[in-house]
């Protein structure tokens, strides 16, 4: 009986616990099922691990490439509890990551990485987006951008002609000096020849060697010691650890928290994989201190050597960040040691089994003649750059880009991707899409030498806000190492029996490999004759005599720098359409966002001041859009008081400047720029001038002769297509009493097919917006303000909607597209009837409560606290003053966000808020029930989000829309005997008397308003041709 009563709890205590199992596999599954993201398809996985077991045998990044030609190139995976959205395409990366890129700014936390290995501090690269690793983003930027990375390579250091400013120091030459021993190395190693050599460990030691230098001024001298050297060989261990712990893919608790169960009880038991994931951190840690005390030491005794731990030590902008957040700098540029190594490995592997690209390599480099006075420069080939480039592209080392985290909501084909999801990038897919690179699988260095590839990504570094930032250091190192292989050597494999399939991106490039590098017997120069490099153990040892200067002006453009490029084209160049297209643009330089003032100045200040050329004068104009748009007024003017004077001494103001590139080099496009980059300047001149609040800017083009003709229609620009016969200012101003206008136009390429008119360009109208904001201008003085002139100006104004063509009477196509140069047209009309009516009207608003004082004031208000006298009653002013805001509003509807829009905007948003407010103001004084009050609160809603949209970008922004709410909130909270009392001025007894006998009126024009029926005054809106939702 005992027995069998035993054996009955028994079996009952089993049963509980499998239905607590199936019970929680049950619960587990649901939470799976419910966490996934609807509306987007992917493969189903087992219970429990989701798609891990599918991805474990394989190589993920291949797997998933293979799931894409299924799901599509947006799908989702389930590691454990997890759901991942995978990017296998291009076109699917640019919409996501660059598009919303603001979304996708942030990392995801991995329980194991983040919790053991990296529980003190995390690289730049897996740190979540905060104000920590915005710091030492930034810090990594300056130290790794274009300017840095390419002083350390070979330069000719040219001395400044200024007596009274010493001569700076040749800067070391870092990559020149790993490059050249990596070389030489190899030469010994294979015993000219003769011996076949595993390659490994000396690709190791130049990825290791360049790590070290750039962070911390240190070395290993040579082969010999680099293999012996104890702290070296505890970094490759660390290092080769970490790598393993910051995969996505091979650690189950990052996914599973089931199996974090047991860790209180593995962390008591020793050797156990938690506590070796907690000492390969301490051991990073340690290494790292070592070094960087090693570092503070020699600094101390002014012995140190140039490097990115020294400088951020000593730069008054780093030097307060903590040895952990310079550590965090550090860590990223270790890791890019630990990814060089397999790309140099795979890419010699390859060469010895394609001796065909060998050998035009090697021809190119011969034919370029850059190592001909100096066999270790880094002169540019472009075949050998397509190479480089080609050989990242087709091996591509970091496979699936570190994981992203959406920091908000993001809407894609229809579907909403939740905040907090994660994110890949499938670089190995990227680089292997067929809608990007033709014939993806085959190696084509031409590839990056043809006019529609030049400009694709290379995905290898990442794509977005947080690609890699050392990417251009690491493509210019890749570059100098097979440059100089390929000159110095020819690669052979080790036997003639090894198998090709070594070379096979997924295989190959395993430790271990061998090739035979006979030395070329034909180089440029031979081995025999090259300088002797001596192994110097001080980095201010290396200066050689002989420095090739570079012939190249263009520089190479790494992915990094791509990145940016396609930002700038995507983002801002519609709004400010100066720089040739993109399909042809192939030159220049952009910076990151955060060091961009100080670089830009320090680049344009260095300058010969004898170098008058149309791209300086460009440089000068964007870099003045950016100033004006940071608040910085006076610095804008400054730099664009510069480029007019350039442009005026190049004789840029007259019709024959463009013409030189037109007739005498044959380049329509160059001569279209020109033309516009004139008609920016005297658009930016005006603009500046207008909303200059202390009247102390005067429109100085304005006043410059000039016939330079105008700009063409954007489609024909942007398309690259052959440039119209343009069109003169002359035919611009007779258009308004042209009979001929009044033909019904068929129009087909900015052409009339009548052939009796011809339709000016969308820029053109935008230029006579800036003429009639010119003579609001001229009556703003209050002695020269007559109220015929000002009555001439205001017909004006209203006339001008009245002869646009039909062609422009929509600003959105049926595609949907913006015709951006007519929006900012529209944007500046409006402006002028604000600033001309605002003045004259009853209409004030209440600023006390901004806290930041006059400069806060100003900058919301100033514009249109000055009053003028009125040429018909002060009611009527602002009533049309209103009228044009409530157009802007219209307008600014259309925008979604404000990131693609020009950043002069946000003055103008500003200026319609306030419109809107004070309006808000005056109508509640009459009666707070008018249903026209929601409207009003509405349309500064919208303004208030359009500005927020642009917070991240414009730091401007955030303080316009930090003022205009906080005015908005005292004045939507005011009851209606305060309205009486707070506004800044009262009506006179005159003024008065206007109020009074319009308010009829007014209580008429609301209640139509509130029916949304169109009111016109006077034939100054009726504007049928135009569509309704921009005029009212």
Excluded at 673 to 696: K, N, P, Q
Excluded at 935 to 962: C, D, F, Y
Aim: proline share 6%.
């Amino acid at each position: 009986m005992e027995v069998s009563l035993f054996n009955i709890t028994t079996i009952r205590y089993l049963q509980g616990i499998a239905g607590i199992i199936a019970a929680f596999f049950l619960i587990n599954e649901v939470y799976r099922w419910s966490v996934r993201i609807k509306g987007i398809p992917g493969p189903r996985g087992i219970p429990l691990l989701g798609n891990l077991r599918q991805i474990t045998n394989t190589s993920p990044p291949e797997q998933y490439r293979l799931w894409s030609l299924k799901y599509g190139p947006l799908f989702q995976v389930q590691l454990g509890n997890v759901p991942i959205l995978i990017i296998n395409s291009a076109e699917v990366a640019k919409s996501l990551l660059i598009r919303e890129s603001a979304a996708f700014n942030s990392r995801p936390l991995f329980y194991v990485f983040h919790k053991f290995v990296s529980k003190e501090i995390t690289s730049i690269g897996t740190s979540p987006w905060d104000e920590s690793c915005k710091k030492r983003r930034k810090a990594a930027a300056s130290a790794l951008n274009v300017i840095q990375v390419d002083s350390y390579a070979p330069v000719r250091i040219v001395p400044f002609s200024n007596p009274w400013i010493p001569n700076f120091s040749p800067i070391p030459k870092i990559l020149r000096l790993e490059s050249s021993e990596f070389i030489e190395e190899l030469k010994q190693a294979c015993n000219n020849g003769k011996t076949a050599i595993n390659f490994v460990p000396f690709a190791r030691r130049f990825s290791m060697n360049l790590s070290l230098t750039l962070n911390y001024g240190t070395r290993a001298s040579d082969q010999k010691s680099f293999d012996g050297n104890p702290l070296i060989n505890e970094i490759n261990a660390v290092e080769s650890e970490v790598g393993k712990y910051r995969s996505t893919s091979s650690n189950i608790k990052n996914y599973v928290p089931l199996f974090r169960l047991l860790d209180p009880l593995m962390m008591t038991l020793p050797g156990n994989s938690l506590q070796r994931a907690l000492d390969i951190g301490r051991r990073r840690l340690r290494y790292h201190a070592t070094l960087l005390d090693t570092l503070k030491s020699e600094i101390s005794k002014n012995e140190d050597k140039p490097c990115i731990q020294g400088n951020m030590l000593k730069n008054p902008d780093t030097k307060n960040l903590t040895d952990l957040e310079r550590l965090s700098v550090s860590l990223s540029i270790m890791a890019g040691a630990d990814s060089n190594t397999p790309t140099v490995a795979w890419g010699i592997t390859f060469l010895a089994h394609n001796p065909t690209i060998q050998k035009k390599a090697f021809q190119e480099i011969k034919k370029s003649g850059v190592l001909e006075s100096d066999p270790f420069g880094n002169g540019k080939v472009p075949y050998v750059d397509a190479v480089t480039k080609e050989l990242s592209r087709y091996y591509t080392i970091l496979r699936l880009a570190m994981p992203k985290e959406v920091t908000e909501p993001v809407v894609y084909n229809g579907v909403t991707i939740p905040k907090g999801t994660m994110i890949m990038l499938n670089s190995w897919a990227c680089n292997h899409d067929e809608a990007l690179f033709a014939e993806p699988f085959s190696f084509l260095p031409e590839r990056w030498l043809q006019n529609e590839d030049s400009q694709a990504h290379q995905f290898a570094f990442g794509m977005g806000s947080r690609m890699c930032v050392a990417s251009h250091l690491a493509h210019k190192a890749l570059y100098l190492v097979f440059l100089h292989l390929i000159a110095h050597f020819e690669i052979l494999p080790s036997s003639s029996d090894e198998p090709w399939s070594i070379a096979d991106p997924i295989d190959g490039a395993r430790d271990g490999a061998t090739v035979s590098t006979p030395p070329k017997n034909d180089s440029p120069v031979a081995i025999t004759q090259h300088q002797t490099i001596s192994t110097p153990q001080s980095l201010r040892s290396l200066q050689l005599p002989r420095v090739l200067p570079s012939n190249n002006a263009a520089a190479t453009r790494g992915p990094a720098e791509d990145t940016l490029f396609e930002l700038y084209y995507e983002n801002f160049h519609r709004t400010h359409p100066i720089l040739l297209p993109k399909r042809v643009y192939d030159s220049g330089h952009q910076y990151p966002r955060s060091p961009l003032r100080t670089l830009a100045t320090t680049d344009l200040i260095q300058i010969p001041e004898n170098n008058h050329s149309l791209p300086v004068i460009q440089s000068k104009l964007l870099f003045a859009i950016v100033l004006y748009s940071d608040g910085e007024v006076d610095e804008a003017r400054k730099w664009l008081s510069e480029a007019i004077r350039v442009a005026v001494s190049l004789g840029m103001n007259k019709k024959s400047f463009a013409d030189f590139y037109r007739v005498q080099q044959g380049a329509d496009l160059e001569a279209e720029s020109a033309r516009r980059t004139w008609w920016e300047l005297y658009v930016l001149d005006g603009l500046i001038s207008a909303l200059d609040h202390r009247g102390v800017s005067n429109f100085n083009m304005s006043i410059i002769p000039c016939d330079v003709e105008m700009p063409c229609e954007e489609v024909i620009y942007a398309e690259g297509k052959p440039i119209p016969p343009p069109s003169s200012r002359q035919e611009l101003e007779s258009r308004i009493f042209n009979w001929e206008d009044d033909e019904e136009e068929n129009v087909r390429d900015g052409y009339s097919t009548v052939n009796k008119s011809r339709v000016l360009s969308s820029f053109t109208y935008r230029v006579d917006a800036i003429d009639l904001l010119a003579q609001v201008l001229a009556v703003r003085d209050p002695n020269r303000a007559h109220r015929d002139k000002t009555q001439a100006v205001d017909n004006t104004l209203a006339s001008w909607a009245h002869y646009l063509p039909t062609s422009k009477a929509d600003i959105v196509n049926a595609y949907g597209e913006i015709d951006e140069m007519l929006l900012q047209a529209h944007m500046m009309v409006q402006l002028a009837v604000i600033l001309l009516h605002f003045p004259r009207s009853n209409l004030a608003l209440d600023c006390s409560s901004l806290n930041g004082g006059n400069n806060d004031i100003n900058l919301l208000y100033g514009l249109l606290s000055q009053k003028l006298p009125p040429s018909s009653t002060r009611h009527i002013h602002g009533i049309k003053a209103t009228e044009a805001s409530k157009r802007l509003s219209n307008l600014f509807s259309l925008c979604t966000s404000m990131q693609k829009h020009s950043p002069l905007f946000m003055f103008s948003l500003a200026l319609c808020g306030v419109v809107q407010l004070a309006t808000y103001c005056n109508h509640a004084r009459l009666d707070g029930s008018v249903s026209c009050l929601d409207q009003h609160r509405a349309r500064v809603r919208l303004i208030v989000g359009l500005l927020k949209s642009s917070n991240e970008t414009w730091p401007l922004s955030k303080k316009i829309q930090r003022s205009l709410r906080k005015v908005a909130a005292n004045t939507f909270h005011m009851k209606k005997p305060d309205v009486l009392s707070t506004a800044i001025t009262q009506p006179s007894s005159n003024e008065a008397s206007d109020i009074l006998h319009a308010s009829a009126e007014q209580e008429m024009l609301f209640h139509l308003e509130s029916e949304n029926v169109w009111m016109p005054m006077d034939g100054q809106y009726d504007l049928p041709e135009l569509a309704p939702w921009v005029w009212g």
